[in-house]
């Protein structure tokens, strides 16, 4: 470092004449003092124009979100008011809290949501869930933590099982949608579903169905086992018998389609009593209205081949006619004595031993014969009327709680879910996988996704619905909307 | 001020506070992350449910004691400028008041990343965040600065002068450059030049000719003067010392040794004048930054509790 020249003294010298400099600001500190102020100013004055014209202007507030709005609410994006309420003015003393008020506005478009179950303690609001103004793209998916908030929280829980207590049960009861299909109701537990559990693969309650050894009420008699295993089934349009004949992927591929005994059974299970007469059945009855109907048929038997004798076999001449009434009729009281025998065998016969009018088929690959109603079905005398058919209810959906896609699972075969149903004798099996089934893959460790909105929605009080869901995606397709 | 062992408390104060954030922050967002690590450990009540329910970080108690906190950090630091202009107030040493504006705006970055829950926003927070940005980037090249521009004063510039006096002084050396001008223009023709009152040491008898008058009457008009007027002219000859020192060097050549120390005056003259223009640019660095960062500070300070009003109070 060089040696000053002068020292301090000699220095301060110079300043001899201008000793007061630092009452006049250097153009330095000057500039830098003016730029302070201009910043502050034009940050006041900003925020007092954004305040004023903030309940005007959409770009005002657009310029204080605290992001962009999703894709699903793009149309109303630049529209603050849709979800804020400009109602609510500035008040230092009293915070806004809008959770309502944007809820409110939340329910003027999403009306067919209802909010969880009655036995719910914590106060969510959709946005609670629902978070916006994190960006323009998809909404953000509702967090497993959302749910354990609750569902894994003791107390929480134990409260709610509480309250659940002190309800009516049909304050639980699943009201499923309006679209013909069958929902399986399980009893609600006692404590409801208020399991303390932190994920799906941890201690999430095993499928009710299997837990409490939950058992199908329909009263139709259908064997799994026999269907799929045994030999002396006939092959279908030149096919072996299989799980994908009866259970078709409904337009959504998410489940399946409704059985019935027109489209799925009656290819084998023929309804035809004349041994002679192929095309000659008796009703199958699909509908309350129709439910006398096979008593009529038997007790109008004469008219009924009468008819078939005109429309089939295109006989006019009465004589002809009489003829041919007469001869079947004569063939099936050469093996029933009177009407109650025939009604009794029509109804009341369970095997196919049966055979009206004729002898039984000794080919094994022959199509049987009508071999009675109590075959497949539940039959219960009756001392007034004919015997009553119970009607079977087969379930369209077993989890009310919860949804399932078949066409996610497409690549793999039914029986590794549905293993059971070739030794499934009984229709009372509910051949459905357990959850250590659903965890093998949905867990960490199968590494298939297993949050809770997999499975579940939040707003399940309507049970799931794939036909309301594909006309909206068919009604979108067709507006051209995303 | 010179980061050195005495900001080793605040460092690690800092250092411990921020992991102390942290930790809060993945206790209150990310639970699992911390069973993961052994670290896990109960939150009070008040701090409501975990993970939070709001998918907006900011708005969740945490998120808003984060906040406040790091206003309250950008107020302080802001009210350092004013601190500096009041230094006899009881309001502890200006130098720990510079301790703390460091090492207190360092802790508001992870209170700011953690109130934000590392996302943008709208307009308004990503400008905030960006101003915000901008001024931790100037405080930290103004910290770099003042880490070596005070080594580069004290190595080039012994006689360094009150910065606000430097006008006052370019002015003093114009004067006195215009007088040994006005000497030099006097000076009689093969004369006897009299014994200066400039200093310049005792009167030589020599003879001096009319062409070296004019010759350094011409420099002294065409260069010396202008460049002792002009308030930088590093662009000027006589800016840099070595075309300073040999432009001098080739006038002194030409005139006879009776006037050379008038000119050995003015080169002084030049020389001091031309470390004055030094000490103002090493001014300029070392201070230029504040011209940004405390007028941007205030604007922040003003936007953050705008923002804060706003989202607290409108858009809650």
Same mark, same amino acid.
């Given at each position: 470092?060089?040696?000053?020249?002068?020292?301090?003294?000699?220095?301060?010298?110079?300043?001899?004449?201008?000793?007061?400099?630092?009452?006049? *600001?250097?153009?330095?500190?000057?500039?830098? &003092? *003016?730029?302070?102020?201009?910043?502050?100013?034009?940050?006041?004055?900003?925020?007092?124009?954004?305040?004023?014209?903030?309940?005007?202007?959409?770009?005002? %507030?657009?310029?204080?979100?605290?992001?962009?709005?999703?894709?699903?609410?793009?149309?109303?994006?630049?529209?603050?008011?849709?979800?804020?309420?400009?109602?609510?003015?500035?008040?230092?003393?009293?915070?806004?809290?809008?959770?309502?008020?944007?809820?409110?506005?939340?329910?003027?478009?999403?009306?067919?949501?209802?909010?969880?179950?009655?036995?719910?303690?914590?106060?969510?609001?959709?946005?609670? $869930?629902?978070?916006?103004?994190?960006?323009?793209?998809?909404?953000?998916?509702?967090?497993?933590?959302?749910?354990?908030?609750?569902?894994?929280?003791?107390?929480?829980?134990?409260?709610?099982?509480?309250?659940? &207590?002190? !309800? @009516?049960?049909? %304050?639980?009861?699943?009201?499923?949608?309006?679209?013909?299909?069958?929902?399986?109701?399980?009893?609600? @537990?006692?404590?409801?579903?208020?399991?303390?559990?932190?994920?799906?693969?941890?201690?999430?309650?095993?499928?009710?169905?299997?837990?409490?050894?939950?058992?199908?009420?329909?009263?139709?008699?259908?064997?799994?086992?026999?269907?799929?295993?045994?030999?002396?089934? @006939?092959?279908?349009?030149?096919?072996?018998?299989? $799980?994908?004949? #009866?259970?078709?992927?409904?337009?959504?591929?998410?489940?399946?389609?409704?059985?019935?005994?027109?489209?799925?059974?009656?290819?084998?299970?023929?309804?035809?009593?004349?041994?002679?007469?192929?095309?000659?059945?008796?009703?199958?009855?699909?509908?309350?209205?129709?439910?006398?109907?096979?008593?009529?048929? &038997?007790?109008?038997?004469?008219?009924?081949?009468?008819?078939?004798?005109?429309?089939?076999?295109? !006989?006019?001449?009465?004589?002809?006619?009489?003829?041919?009434?007469?001869?079947?009729?004569?063939?099936?009281?050469?093996?029933?004595?009177?009407?109650?025998?025939?009604?009794?065998?029509?109804?009341?016969?369970?095997?196919?031993?049966?055979? &009206?009018?004729?002898?039984?088929?000794?080919?094994?690959?022959?199509?049987?014969?009508?071999?009675? $109603?109590?075959?497949?079905?539940?039959?219960?005398?009756?001392?007034?009327?004919?015997?009553?058919?119970?009607?079977?209810?087969?379930?369209?959906?077993?989890?009310?709680?919860?949804?399932?896609?078949?066409?996610?699972?497409?690549?793999?075969? #039914?029986?590794? $879910?549905?293993?059971?149903?070739?030794?499934?004798?009984?229709?009372?099996?509910?051949?459905?996988?357990?959850?250590?089934? #659903?965890?093998?893959?949905?867990?960490?460790?199968?590494?298939?996704?297993?949050?809770?909105?997999?499975?579940?929605?939040?707003?399940?009080?309507?049970? @799931?619905?794939?036909?309301?869901?594909?006309?909206?995606?068919?009604?979108?397709?067709?507006?051209?909307?995303? | 001020?010179?980061?050195?062992?005495?900001?080793?408390?605040?460092?690690?104060?800092?250092?411990?506070?921020?992991?102390?954030?942290?930790?809060?922050?993945?206790?209150?967002?990310?639970?699992?992350?911390?069973?993961?690590?052994?670290?896990?450990?109960?939150?009070?009540?008040?701090?409501?449910?975990?993970?939070?329910?709001?998918?907006?970080?900011?708005?969740?108690?945490?998120?808003?004691?984060?906040?406040?906190?790091?206003?309250?950090?950008?107020?302080?630091?802001?009210?350092?400028?004013?601190?500096?202009?009041?230094?006899?107030?009881?309001?502890?040493?200006?130098?720990?008041?510079?301790?703390?504006?460091?090492?207190?705006?360092?802790?508001?970055?992870?209170?700011?990343?953690?109130?934000?829950?590392?996302?943008?926003?709208?307009?308004?927070?990503?400008?905030?965040?960006?101003?915000?940005?901008?001024?931790?980037?100037?405080?930290?090249?103004?910290?770099?600065?003042?880490?070596?521009?005070?080594?580069?004063?004290?190595?080039?510039?012994?006689?360094?002068?009150?910065?606000?006096?430097?006008?006052?002084?370019?002015?003093?050396?114009?004067?006195?450059?215009?007088?040994?001008?006005?000497?030099?223009?006097?000076?009689?023709?093969?004369?006897?030049?009299?014994?200066?009152?400039?200093?310049?040491?005792?009167?030589?008898?020599?003879?001096?000719?009319?062409?070296?008058?004019?010759?350094?009457?011409?420099?002294?008009?065409?260069?010396?003067?202008?460049?002792?007027?002009?308030?930088?002219?590093?662009?000027?000859?006589?800016?840099?010392?070595?075309?300073?020192?040999?432009?001098?060097?080739?006038?002194?050549?030409?005139?006879?040794?009776?006037?050379?120390?008038?000119?050995?005056?003015?080169?002084?003259?030049?020389?001091?004048?031309?470390?004055?223009?030094?000490?103002?640019?090493?001014?300029?660095?070392?201070?230029?930054?504040?011209?940004?960062?405390?007028?941007?500070?205030?604007?922040?300070?003003?936007?953050?509790?705008?923002?804060?009003?706003?989202?607290?109070?409108?858009?809650?």
């Amino acid at each position: 470092m060089p040696t000053p020249r002068k020292n301090q003294k000699q220095i301060a010298q110079r300043y001899a004449g201008n000793r007061r400099y630092f009452k006049n *600001l250097h153009p330095f500190r000057r500039a830098r &003092l *003016l730029l302070a102020f201009a910043c502050v100013l034009i940050g006041v004055v900003g925020a007092v124009i954004y305040l004023k014209s903030g309940q005007k202007s959409h770009r005002a %507030e657009a310029f204080n979100s605290s992001g962009g709005i999703s894709q699903y609410h793009s149309r109303i994006a630049q529209d603050c008011k849709q979800c804020h309420d400009p109602a609510v003015k500035i008040d230092l003393l009293k915070p806004a809290v809008m959770n309502a008020s944007i809820d409110a506005k939340c329910e003027v478009c999403h009306v067919q949501h209802t909010f969880h179950n009655p036995n719910t303690v914590v106060g969510l609001s959709c946005i609670d $869930c629902h978070h916006e103004h994190l960006g323009t793209g998809r909404m953000q998916v509702v967090k497993d933590g959302n749910c354990l908030t609750c569902h894994g929280n003791a107390t929480i829980m134990q409260a709610s099982a509480q309250k659940g &207590l002190g !309800l @009516p049960p049909t %304050e639980f009861q699943v009201k499923p949608a309006d679209n013909g299909l069958v929902y399986f109701q399980p009893p609600r @537990p006692a404590q409801g579903y208020t399991q303390v559990f932190q994920s799906f693969a941890g201690k999430h309650p095993d499928f009710q169905i299997q837990r409490d050894k939950l058992t199908d009420p329909n009263t139709l008699k259908f064997d799994h086992k026999v269907h799929l295993t045994a030999k002396d089934i @006939p092959m279908v349009d030149g096919k072996k018998l299989d $799980c994908a004949y #009866c259970h078709k992927p409904d337009s959504r591929g998410a489940y399946m389609q409704s059985i019935s005994f027109a489209k799925n059974c009656q290819a084998c299970h023929s309804l035809q009593i004349d041994p002679t007469l192929a095309d000659f059945q008796i009703p199958h009855p699909t509908g309350d209205s129709q439910i006398n109907s096979v008593r009529d048929f &038997l007790l109008t038997l004469p008219v009924q081949y009468a008819t078939y004798a005109t429309e089939k076999k295109g !006989l006019t001449n009465s004589t002809q006619i009489a003829a041919f009434v007469n001869d079947r009729m004569t063939a099936i009281r050469q093996r029933i004595r009177q009407g109650a025998d025939l009604e009794k065998d029509v109804f009341f016969a369970d095997a196919r031993n049966v055979y &009206l009018g004729g002898a039984a088929p000794t080919t094994p690959g022959e199509r049987a014969l009508f071999p009675g $109603c109590a075959y497949c079905h539940e039959v219960k005398p009756s001392a007034t009327s004919e015997p009553l058919v119970t009607k079977p209810v087969t379930p369209d959906r077993w989890f009310v709680h919860a949804r399932f896609d078949h066409a996610a699972h497409i690549t793999m075969k #039914c029986e590794a $879910c549905h293993g059971q149903v070739v030794t499934s004798e009984k229709t009372s099996e509910i051949n459905l996988p357990d959850k250590a089934s #659903c965890v093998t893959c949905h867990s960490p460790k199968g590494g298939v996704v297993s949050t809770c909105a997999t499975c579940h929605d939040y707003h399940n009080k309507a049970a @799931p619905d794939s036909k309301v869901a594909s006309d909206s995606a068919l009604r979108q397709m067709m507006l051209g909307q995303p | 001020m010179i980061v050195d062992r005495t900001h080793v408390r605040w460092g690690i104060g800092t250092l411990i506070a921020s992991i102390g954030v942290a930790l809060v922050y993945l206790a209150n967002n990310d639970p699992e992350l911390l069973r993961k690590w052994h670290l896990d450990f109960p939150l009070p009540a008040w701090l409501g449910p975990v993970p939070p329910l709001r998918g907006n970080v900011g708005a969740t108690p945490l998120g808003l004691i984060y906040g406040t906190a790091g206003l309250l950090i950008f107020i302080f630091a802001a009210l350092l400028g004013w601190r500096r202009s009041k230094k006899t107030l009881p309001l502890g040493r200006i130098q720990i008041w510079l301790k703390a504006h460091i090492w207190l705006t360092l802790f508001s970055i992870p209170l700011v990343a953690f109130h934000c829950g590392f996302h943008g926003g709208g307009p308004m927070p990503q400008f905030l965040l960006w101003l915000y940005a901008f001024i931790m980037v100037s405080g930290f090249w103004g910290l770099a600065l003042q880490h070596v521009i005070p080594k580069l004063m004290q190595e080039y510039l012994p006689e360094e002068v009150i910065f606000e006096e430097i006008p006052y002084i370019r002015g003093q050396l114009l004067a006195q450059g215009a007088a040994i001008r006005e000497d030099i223009a006097n000076l009689p023709n093969e004369s006897i030049p009299r014994a200066d009152e400039h200093g310049g040491g005792a009167a030589t008898l020599a003879a001096v000719s009319p062409g070296a008058i004019k010759a350094a009457i011409e420099f002294i008009d065409g260069d010396a003067l202008p460049y002792l007027k002009a308030r930088g002219s590093r662009h000027s000859a006589l800016g840099k010392r070595q075309t300073s020192d040999s432009q001098f060097r080739l006038l002194k050549l030409q005139l006879p040794p009776n006037i050379q120390p008038l000119v050995e005056q003015l080169q002084d003259i030049c020389d001091e004048k031309r470390r004055l223009d030094l000490q103002t640019r090493l001014h300029y660095w070392l201070h230029g930054w504040l011209i940004v960062h405390a007028p941007a500070s205030l604007l922040l300070v003003v936007l953050t509790i705008v923002h804060a009003i706003v989202a607290a109070y409108i858009y809650a």
